[in-house]
Structure formats: C-alpha cells, structure tokens
C-alpha cells in the first residue's frame, strides 16, 4: 500500500470523530460571542511589537530597533504545525538551510551566513548549543535577530541569531493530538497555573513517534519541561525554565555532485543512501536550564542577573555516503574523490561517535535605567557576561565499509568495521569574557542616537583527538555599534547602523594540506539602511538594506601534496535588501511575509573561480508568504495558505553548477468550536501540495558540500482540546 494513503488507528479516529464535534459546533453558532472574536485578534497581533531581549540594541519594541527583526508567534507556530528548526526557518525568506538532514541536528543560515552553533542560538537570551533538536512545545516566540549581534553574543558568525522565548506562567489547561500522512503519532500537553498570586507554574510535554517520508527513518521523540515565575516582595522576580528531551532517529545522508560537476537526477529522496541494517538510530539527549532574577531598584532602574546551562549528547552513528575514493570511476584520481562519481557510484563509511557533548554556560549581570541630563534622556544598558563551552568527544570510527549506488532499488549490505571507539577527550575549552554598555540617547520626540558596544576576551583551547593541546588562542577586541533613528510620522521610523564583530576561523578540511587547522578569527563589518511603518495597530510593515562583509575563507588549489590549502584571503561581501510584512490586512485576513534580494560575492581572492559570480547556498531571492483568512459565514472556520520561492541556487565553489529554482504551495484549514463548553480547535495543513522535488540545501560540513531534497507532499492533523 501507498504509505501515503496508509492509516494508522490514531488517524481513523480523529477523522471519525470530526464530523461528531461540527455538529455541535454547528448546533452552538448563535450563541458564540463576537467578542470572544475580538480577544483573539488582539492576541495576535501583539507580536510585531514585542520586547527583543535578544537584540544588540538592547530591548525596545520592535518599531525602536534599529536592526531587522521578524517574531514568530506562537499562533503562527501552531498554524504551521511547526515541529523542527527547518521549518522554522521556512518562514522567513532571510534564512535558509545550512547542512539540516533529517534526523541530525539541524543548521540554518540568516543572510547567507551559516550560524555558529555555540553562540548563534539562545534560549531566554542566553546561549543554547545548538548541537540539539530543539523542542518548540515550550515556546512562545521565536524571535529572528538579522545581522551582526556582538554586543549580544560577543563572539559569533555575523549573519544573526535564533532567540526561543519560553512560554510563562499562565492558567491553560490543553492536550494535543496530531497525526500525519505518513502515521506519526504526536500528543503534547500543556498545563499552566498560579499555585499562590504569587508563585506559578507551566509544564509542557511532548511524546512523538514519528513516521519519516525517507525509508528506515522514523524515529522518537520525549521532551518535559518546566517554567515557574516567583514574584518576589513588591519588586523582585524570579524567572526559571527547565527542559529536557531525548530523541532516537537514523540520519539520512545529504547527495553530492556526481563527478563534482552534476547534480543527480531521477533520485528517490524516499530512499535512504548507504543504508545498513545495522546502523543505530542518532541518539541527543538534550538539558537546558535558565534563570533570571529581575529587580526595580527605583522607578526607573532595574538590576537583571541571568544564568544558563545547556548540555547536549549525541551518540552519532550512520552508514555515512560519501565521495567515492574507493569507487572504479575515481581511482585513476581524474574525478576528486570528495565528491560522488559520475555514474552514481558513492562510497559508504561505517561512522561511530558516542558520548559527543557540548556544554555552554553563560551568567550575565546587568543595569537598566534610564537619566535626564538637559532635554536628553539617556537609557542605559551596562553589564557584563561569562560564558564558557566545552566539547568532549570519543575518538571516532570512521571506516570504509563499501560502495553502492545512487540509483540501487535496494543498498548492499556491507559488514561493519570491527573498531571501536576510543576514550572520551576534552576536545575544546572556549571562555568569553565581557563587558558591554549601551546608551540609548533621545532628544525630544523625533530623533534617538544609540552608542555602545562590547569588550571581549575570547580563551580557547582546541585538543587533538588523542587529547593532546593543538591550539591556544587568545583575543580581546572591543566590538562597537552605532544608530540613528529617526521618527519621521507615528507611524513610520527610519534608522541607519553600524556595528563590527568577530567570529572564530573555520577548520581546514581533511584533504587540504593543512588538516584540521584553525585559521585566525576574524573580523566582519556591517551597516544598515532601514524603514518600519505601523500601518494600523494591527500591521507592520519593514525594510532594510544592508551590507556585510568579513575575510573569505577557501580552500585554494596550490602546488602540495594534497593540492589545496585553506586559507584567509580576500573580501566575502554580503549586500541585500529586505522586506516584511506582519499582522491583519483586514479582520478576517492576517498575513506573514518576508522577502529577500541578496547578493553574495567573493573579490580579491586571488583565484578567478572564486569570484564575481553568487557564493555556495546563497539564492539571490527567497520569498516567502503565509495567509490566514478567518471564514465570515463559518464561524470558528478558517484557511490558510502560503507559498515559498528560492531562486537558483549555486551548489559548487566555482559557480559552475546550480540547483534549480523551486517554488512551494501549502494549504491548511483551521476549525474552532466548543465542545461541552470547553474550545477544541482542529488543523489540517498540507505541505507541497503539489509534490514538488527541489534541492533545499546546497549546505557544506567540514568543508564538503551536500545536497538535501524537499519534503514531498505531507499532510499533517491534529486536534487541540482544552480541559
């Protein structure tokens, strides 16, 4: 049977049941509420205008932040059925993937800048490793910060960050049901309560079953978290949240270009390369800890200290594809072994590394408030942080086993390598220091200037796999930003920024000359044009223009051994211009969309291949675009819709290959009515509906590149009952 037509009992009930729960609904229309209504439109449209804690220009409403931000809330979560950061990211045409297989962690990039997974991701502000699978059951918002953020986050790549905004203390009481079209099962509770009027609670918990469209992929899913507020006296507060999840998945392996010079063609993306039966599911168990004590010194001062601690263990096993070294077509040397052949032959590798753990910690202490000094009023940000990360990791297997091919109707089974792992090393010991100021300056009602910035002290020693010391890097630089913001009516501000960062140098790969060398950090410089205009209360509409540039690291082709070394050399510039669009158009309507011109480019590299044409997984315009229109004659019924655009993407260093443009269609249908006077709201979402194959990442790890197809049509359902 078709495993898209194929049910599962969870699904039969739920669609049993459906026309059960529309007759009572039907039957209680004329005593719903039109205000009632009204409350949830209000909900909604509070997002656009939300606290950034995120923000390198500290925490202001979004019209008042000199830098492009997009929040996704948790309506627009739900209503997209949004379970992993993919789909996150599928709904902002800045970001894009960057290296996210299924069933690993994944990574994105904002702006064309791969996020560094030790600082790019924060929960509650604070530094999470982003070596875990998310859960998003516990978030209210995912705020997108776009651009440079290092008076956020000190040391970090330069495209931006990803802020979770977990979900406080309120009284709900909802239990989720949720299938799909491959027979996921998915139940999620979410229970919230003030236990005193002073002290609550919120538990979120979540257990998936999930059925993967790629063969031999399914995987499990627990997460539990908790979120207590505590009001302390008449001006203290204390803010805890607490998760823990562990999942079990097989990673599918990303393609590559056949021959280096080919994208593969008529390929199954249901079919799992390399696949042997004895490979072990991917396992991450994930814990995520943060706090935050806030106190009102005055009526216009406050003191914040924050603390976090994030732990993420992988237990990483695949029969890896990759290059095809020992395959017939690549002996002779002709075609690189890095890379598939050109008849699809891929070589197959037997990859072991338990007990992969990451750690960060953060603590941070800081000052707010705000000083009239003649008709200036200065609001004040000054603090300091220390974060430290730490990676231990076994000595790994990573053993040729055999070679197959892409189009196989079936992957032979090859034996497994007899080697073991080896004891488990401290890889990496990273501590940042610093401290950061931010003056917010107004001078009267229509200009604020905004001056600051962060002092940092990066110590970081890296190990080799054995343990033994390899590098020891020390750095301190002071990080400056700078805006000016203008508001010209109110309803529209416009404002201009500079900021510089600094972001460690990346690992050679293993077959360049210089093998696992760290290049120096280096420096990246950024400065924005933008414009927000509050339509009504319940629209926002944005603009920014911008320019990013840092040093350009390559592996150039020279006369080694190994023909190419790693290097720094010449100019990466990022220019791009963006535009959004949140909240209602009319009552019925509501809107979320995002659209982004960007031209990535290389120059003074000194090698001619590299340059003056779009760099590797950087299309030159995305868009993307999510409608919610509330029926008017169907009272608790509504559709949604949305479409997603990337253009041409260049899949190879040279920009000699490209993966096609692809344009995406989703279609959902939203239903709320009461039952027994409690609401329940169904949804039903259908993704690609018209089954498009798309190459959605061109993403490199370790220097190679990849290739991941789209997911094709799924349909997704679920049912939320309140109790």
Known sequence: MNRCLRPTLMTIALCAVLPLHAADAFADVPDRSPTELAAVRVQAQQAPAAITPSSSFGAASWKDTPASVNVLDRTLLDSRQVRTLSEVAANDASLGDSYAPVGYYQNIAIRGFALDTATGYRFNGLATTGEQR?????????????????????????????????????????????????????????????????????????????????????????????????????????????????????????FQLLGATELPRGVDRSKMLGYQPWQQPVGIASTN????????????????????HSRSVIDDNVAFAYGCYYAAQCADGSVPGNYFAPNGDYDIYDYRSPDDTRVNQELRAELRGSVDIGRVTHQLSIGADTFRRTVDKRQNVNEYVGTA????????????????????????????????????????????????????RLDERAYDKRGNPERH??????????????????????????????????EAPFWTSNDGEFLAPVLSRQLEVGIKYGATDALTLGAALFRTSQPFQYARADDSDA???????????????????????????????SASVLQARARDTATAAYEDHQLVNVPKTRASVHLDYAL??????????????????????????????????????????????QPVTWRLSVDNVFDKFYWRDTGSSAGDYYLFAGAPRQARLSVTIAL
């Open 134 to 254: 998310i859960a998003l059951e516990n978030i209210q918002q995912v705020e997108i910060l776009k651009g440079e953020a290092g008076l956020a986050a000190g040391v970090m790549a330069p495209g931006g960050i990803i802020n979770y905004v977990g979900k406080r203390t309120a009284e709900v009481r909802t239990v989720t049901l949720g299938t799909d079209s491959e027979g996921t099962r998915y139940t999620a509770v979410d229970v919230g309560h003030w236990l005193t009027p002073r002290f609550g609670v919120r538990v979120n918990a979540a257990w998936e079953d999930s059925a993967s469209y790629i063969d031999h992929a399914h995987g499990r899913r627990n997460f539990y978290s908790l979120a207590a507020d505590w009001l302390i006296g008449e001006r203290g507060k204390l803010e805890v949240d607490a998760n823990y999840q562990t999942s079990a998945q097989r990673s599918a392996s990303g």
């Open 289 to 308: 800890l943060t706090a935050l004590h806030t106190f009102e010194l005055g009526p216009r001062w406050q003191s914040r200290v924050s603390a976090s």
């Open 473 to 506: 890097s020390r750095i301190s630089r002071f990080l400056p930003q700078t805006a000016l913001i203008w508001n010209a009516t109110d309803q529209v501000n416009a404002y201009v920024s500079y900021v510089r960062g600094i972001s460690l140098g990346q």
């Open 405 to 456: 091919n892409i189009h196989d109707p079936q992957v032979p089974v090859f034996a497994p390598s007899p080697l073991q792992p080896g004891a488990s090393v401290r890889r990496l010991d990273s501590r940042q220091d610093g401290l950061f100021v931010l003056d917010r300056m107004r001078f009267g009602d229509d200009w604020q200037w905004l001056a600051g910035g962060r002092m940092v």
């Open 563 to 593: 023909g190419y070394t790693f290097v720094q050399e010449g100019q990466q510039t990022h220019t791009g211009l963006e535009l959004t669009a949140n909240g209602h158009l009319t009552e019925q309507l509501q809107i979320t969309a």
């Open 632 to 677: 008017p004659l169907v009272a608790g019924m509504g559709v949604t819709g949305g479409w997603r655009y990337a253009s041409s993407n260049t899949a190879t260093v040279d920009g000699s290959v490209r993966a096609p443009s692809y344009s995406v269609v989703d279609l959902g249908l939203r239903y709320q009515h009461t039952l027994r006077q």
